[in-house]
């Protein structure tokens, strides 16, 4: 009887829900909407859609509670594009992967053939898809890494690969590597303005440990333009709410770098490998708690959580289930605040130092919608 | 019982130890005098004998099977094996060898550096494309008489001499620490520390071993903060290896001082770096395109990455595109040339053997890439007007004319702050 009233004292004192989701005072929870197992889930732009990859991959409508099917080939990644018309998906088929397009109907408009495997799946500002591959080969002394990015114009149907890192491995780190790939590796963001992307691959440096290199690539100019240093059990990277900063995992806390310096930020403890950056609203949720700041709103104790684009609504998965938590603080996204297609040529300026960083800032604050 | 056993071993088997070294020398006096006469005026005479280093199997000595590696010396030599096990040298193999199972002039004797006896698991990690593309003789004497410092003491210490005069002489650093991608000690000799060296000799003049090999230790990373490609080590061994290297120059100078100078020949690196990556950026862009001729796909495959764009640490210098050759001189020579230089505190090899030519080849790159551009877009049907259509936006197309010497600098400042006004709506 006792242990009654302590389970139900405790289930108060934290807002506990249902099947052990701790989340936040004022957030609803749509409890259990869906099995998704391990299959990548990814939001729509307007938050209205999810797409869910896996064994039968299906676009669900939230609101209604519908399911779309993508076809009956597995999927490994998914990607809404921005205007969230169609999907873009990592099919298995018989030959490897390919990237399909779906229409949000289910219907598959264009593929494309792809070699190594996928490891990040993104949209670029003008509608191209955007894609992070890793190759490994193995040796006897270790293994060789080769980290690709590629881009796909969907529109002049053509893709262009670049070579981001080609390493060579120890034999531990190879095996490492191998199994994490096969778990869902991922190394790759979109920033806000979709102009560049963040990609991480690994180092294996001869007498130093091995570590996890992020590079900030512009798509405009095809440069890369910051390296920094994340640890070697977590590839994940996330782009600063606005677009001029990048959070990744080092020396086992989450971090805020500014983006253009390479200047630590910010910095939070984190527990684990599992953290997400709300790209909307700047909530951070470090694997076991949602932060604002330096403020903890409320524990979210999950095993993957999946903001919203604007930041309003999270996707949570426990033990292979996706819940949907709304209410969050609700904040449009901070592209939203400008005109993007001016944000977007004064990033290209100032990634090509045809300005100076203080004339960014200040005719960033111009742009600024009253 | 047991004593006699005792007698026989303390008498008999010197005997027949000092009887083994004498059939050595029997024939090495002839056959190699100066390897005999080298040794009786060593350090090791007579107590460290031929059999001691060398062993006893003569056939397997003669097919070269088995040689003295630093582990020989290691035997006795603990610290400095380790001192040099942990050092940038050790790494010698591993930089400048690859696997050459599969190379038609293969030399088994090769195997042996980075294979132990009758094992198939590498002891080294890192290949070496260049080496790999060289034939057996090249590698021979190109590659392995200094790479194979990892794994030899008499690298620098030579065969059977001891004297430590040798080793204690920039000269000896020079052996390999010199040439186009490298020059330290051509930096050393032309620079102040070298010139007092050499005209006042180590108490006034530092050394290469003064600053690199304090104490006679055999860790010659000790101090170094960066790669050897110019990047940085991790910050914190970067933090300690640089109180190190502070630790030596307070010898001679203000703690603050030469803080200070470091740290200046660190802006001086990182300034070399982002040239370097403006001008991998742009070689991208047109590897990107497609442009590069031959392209990586019409090439022989390189060594380790196949057809594939490589500019990193295993670029090659055959069997590319002009372009690329461009980037090997600026990376390998004239990046490493003013970094190098500015550590060094040598002026003009990190001005003007460094710095200038680091710029000018980044003009020449892009010179090239924007001629590579003109030329496929002629080739696609652009029509008599060379040039692709001029996508640039207002800023850009004002700084490049700036830039190209077509406006004066007033006129630049005043245009760029009448459009930067607009963009934000200030001027409307």
């Known amino acids: 009887m006792k242990h009654i009233f302590l389970l139900g004292a405790l289930l108060t004192i934290t807002g506990c829900a249902g099947a052990g989701l701790h989340v936040p005072e004022g957030s609803q929870l749509e409890e259990d909407l869906l099995r998704v197992g391990r299959a990548d889930v990814a939001w729509s732009g307007d938050a209205e859609r999810l797409v869910v990859g896996g064994e039968d991959p299906f676009v669900f409508e939230v609101a209604s509670g519908r399911k779309i099917s993508l076809g009956r080939s597995p999927v490994n990644r998914v990607a809404f594009s921005p205007a969230g018309d169609v999907v873009a998906a990592v099919v298995y088929g018989d030959d490897g992967e390919h990237i399909a397009i779906f229409n949000v109907n289910g219907q598959q408009k264009a593929t494309q053939p792809m070699s190594g495997r996928t490891t990040g799946l993104a949209w670029k500002d003008d509608n191209s898809v955007v894609w992070s591959s890793m190759e490994l080969e193995k040796f006897g002394f270790g293994g060789n890494l080769k980290t690709w990015l590629s881009v796909w114009s969907i529109k002049e149907t053509t893709v262009k690969s670049t070579l981001i890192a080609d390493n060579t491995l120890n034999s531990r780190l190879t095996e490492g590597i191998d199994l994490a790939i096969a778990n869902g590796l991922d190394n790759l963001a979109v920033g806000p303005y979709r102009d560049e992307c963040m990609i991480s691959h690994y180092v294996d440096p001869p007498l130093f440990p091995p570590y996890i290199n992020v590079t900030v690539r512009r798509f405009t100019e095809t440069s890369n333009q910051l390296s920094v240093k994340a640890d070697i059990d977590s590839s994940r990277v996330f782009p600063g709410t606005d677009g001029d900063s990048i959070w990744i995992k080092r020396d086992q806390e989450l971090r805020r770098f500014d983006r253009w310096s390479g200047k630590e930020l910010q910095s939070m403890l984190l527990d684990g490998n599992n953290f997400a950056v709300a790209p909307g609203s700047g909530l951070v949720w470090d694997g076991r708690n949602l932060h604002r700041g330096e403020q903890v709103i409320g524990p979210i104790v999950a095993d993957r959580l999946l903001f919203s684009p604007d930041g309003a609504k999270a996707a949570v998965v426990k033990s292979g289930m996706l819940s949907i938590l709304n209410g969050l603080a609700s904040a449009a996204p901070f592209s939203a605040a400008f005109d993007v297609e001016k944000m977007v040529k004064l990033r290209s300026w100032r990634a090509q130092k045809l300005i100076s960083h203080e004339e960014y800032l200040e005719l960033k604050r111009k742009l600024l919608k009253p | ?428």
């Open chain 2, 1 to 428: 019982m047991k004593k006699i056993i005792l007698v026989f071993v303390l008498l008999v088997l010197p005997a027949s130890l000092q009887a083994e070294e004498q059939s050595c020398i029997g024939c090495h006096e002839t056959a190699t005098p100066a390897a005999i006469t080298q040794w009786q005026g060593s350090a090791h005479f007579p107590s460290v004998g031929c059999s001691d280093c060398h062993g006893t199997d003569h056939e397997r000595m003669r097919s070269g099977e088995i040689s003295v590696t630093a582990h020989t010396c290691g035997n006795c030599h603990q610290q400095a094996f380790s001192e040099h096990a942990s050092s940038k040298h050790s790494l010698g193999l591993h930089t400048g060898w690859g696997c050459t199972r599969n190379m038609p002039d293969r030399n088994r004797e090769e195997c042996k550096f980075c294979h132990d006896e009758n094992s198939s698991l590498a002891k080294s990690k890192v290949q070496c494309a260049r080496f790999l593309k060289q034939t057996g003789e090249m590698r021979a004497i190109g590659c392995n008489r200094c790479h194979e410092v990892e794994n030899s003491c008499q690298s620098c210490h030579s065969n059977h001499l001891t004297d430590l005069e040798i080793v204690r002489s920039s000269r000896i650093c020079a052996k390999c620490h010199m040439g186009p991608d490298h020059p330290q000690w051509e930096m050393w000799e032309t620079s102040l520390h070298g010139s007092l060296n050499m005209t006042m000799g180590d108490s006034i003049g530092p050394s290469c071993q003064s600053c690199h090999m304090p104490q006679g230790s055999h860790d010659v990373s000790l101090g170094i903060t960066v790669t050897t490609g110019g990047n940085d080590i991790p910050l914190e061994k970067a933090t300690v290896e640089r109180e190190k290297m502070l630790d030596v120059c307070a010898k001679c100078h203000a703690r603050d001082f030469a803080r200070r100078d470091l740290e200046v020949a660190d802006k001086v690196r990182q300034q070399a770096n982002d040239i370097l990556k403006e001008a991998e950026t742009r070689i991208r862009q047109i590897g990107d395109q497609n442009l590069l001729e031959p392209s990586p796909s019409e090439r022989p495959k390189h060594p380790l990455s196949g057809n594939t764009l490589v500019l990193d640490s295993q670029m090659l210098y055959e069997d590319y595109s002009h372009l690329e050759r461009l980037f090997f001189k600026m990376k390998k020579y004239d990046h490493a040339k003013t970094w190098k230089g500015a550590y060094h505190q040598n002026p003009a090899y990190t001005h003007w053997y460094g710095n200038a030519e680091l710029k000018m080849d980044l003009v020449d790159i892009k010179a090239e890439a924007t001629r590579l551009e003109k030329q496929a877009l002629l080739m696609e049907g652009g029509g008599s007007t060379p040039g692709k259509v001029d996508d640039r936006d207002e800023l850009e197309r004002l700084t490049d004319d700036y830039r190209r010497g077509r406006m004066s600098e007033q006129e630049f400042q005043e245009a760029r702050k009448k459009l930067l006004e607009s963009f934000s709506g200030d001027g409307k």
